[in-house]
């Protein structure tokens, strides 16, 4: 019916594409003629370990197999020169990049009681240090061509909540909050910049995914590439947004601004009394940017005269 979206002379770098949902993104746009960087240094799920190329090599050999065209990087993400250096070896091998696909993740779950520096800092820096200094590295090089497509893996976790992630939670919504900045800052230079929020039976979810959905449903990262896909193609029409996907669902999700209740002497008890009209979702509104939002209040003022 209509014509395959395809990714022909484009050049994506995928951090953590060595196993679960970052190698069935790159399997899936190599497939579709994107020339991938298969970035992922190894490791256990929590970080630790001396870490390994292997997995990155494994997801090239299996690229190359199919016909397609990728190179294997082992630098971290979680820094600035990781970033830089993961970058160089696109530039290095193919000459630009067009893609960055920030997917690169470490759990370290502990109720909030429990945290102590060693579980919160290294989270924070492999998933938005990560997504902050990989972008960062290829950002000058997007802005010149006048192309980028970044897409930021966050959690539900992050953006609704989960028991026992204060950590992980901190880190997937402040990538939603890195999103929101790099969609305005690039939105003159043709770089959008999206955020996933996936669900997947990978070897960081196994208990949790067979728990929750049984043995029939498709949880496979493959339910989950297509939108990853979609936003990372030159016709992907938005920025700034959130996509949720899982088992075949996709979904947006958004951050809305209630109408309100103005009063221009605003009292404590008046807070009280009107509360239930401060809470009601009853007309929302989706504000683009900070200076939307700032516009609520304005339109409450004038609505008010
Ligand atoms: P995974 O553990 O299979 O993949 C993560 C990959 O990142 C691993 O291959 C690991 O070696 C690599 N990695 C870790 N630290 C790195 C570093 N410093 N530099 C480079 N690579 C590094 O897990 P999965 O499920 O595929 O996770 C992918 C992303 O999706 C993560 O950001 C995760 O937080 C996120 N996510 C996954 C969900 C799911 O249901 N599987 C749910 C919500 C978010």
């Known amino acids: ?10 050049v994506a770098i995928i951090t953590g594409a ?7 993104h790159a399997l899936l746009l190599a497939s579709r003629g994107a020339k991938v960087v298969v970035n992922d240094l190894g ?23 199919a016909g397609g065209e990728a190179v294997a990087d082992g630098n971290t993400v979680s820094t600035q020169e990781g970033g830089k250096a993961i970058v160089q070896t696109a530039l290095d091998n193919y000459g630009r990049v067009d893609i960055i696909i920030n997917n690169a993740g470490i759990l370290r779950d502990k109720s909030f009681r429990n945290m102590s520096p060693e579980f919160l800092n290294p989270v924070l820096d492999v998933h938005l240090q990560g997504s902050f200094w990989t972008t960062q590295a290829a950002w000058e090089t997007m802005r010149e061509q006048k192309f980028g497509r970044i897409i930021n893996t966050s959690s539900a976790a992050g953006i609704f909540g989960n028991f026992g992630q204060t ?5 997937k919504a402040g990538i939603v909050g890195l999103t929101n900045v790099l969609a305005i800052e690039g939105a003159k230079y043709n770089i959008k910049a999206n955020v996933l929020a996936p669900g997947a039976k990978t070897r960081m979810t196994e208990d949790l995914m067979a728990a929750m959905a049984g043995g029939d449903i498709d949880m496979s990262p493959e339910q989950v590439s297509p ?5 990372a193609h030159e016709d992907c029409p938005v920025s700034g947004e959130i996509y949720s996907a899982a ?5 947006r999700i958004f951050i809305a601004a209630c109408v309100g209740y103005f009063d221009k002497d605003l009292t404590v008890e008046k807070i009280r009394d009107n509360f239930e009209q401060i809470r009601n979702e ?23 005269k």
């Open 1 to 10: 019916m209509s014509e395959e979206l395809r990714y022909d002379g484009k």
């Open 18 to 24: 060595g196993g679960g949902l970052g190698r069935s």
């Open 43 to 65: 490791g256990s799920v929590d970080g630790s370990g001396d870490g390994s190329l292997s997995p990155a090599d494994k997801v090239v050999a299996e690229i190359k197999e």
């Open 167 to 171: 950590n992980y939670g901190a880190a």
């Open 227 to 231: 939108i990853v896909a979609f936003l």
């Open 247 to 251: 088992a075949g669902r996709v979904g």
């Open 282 to 304: 009853e007309g929302y509104q989706v504000p683009g940017n900070a200076t939307e939002e700032m516009g609520l209040m304005m339109q409450a003022m004038n609505a008010a």
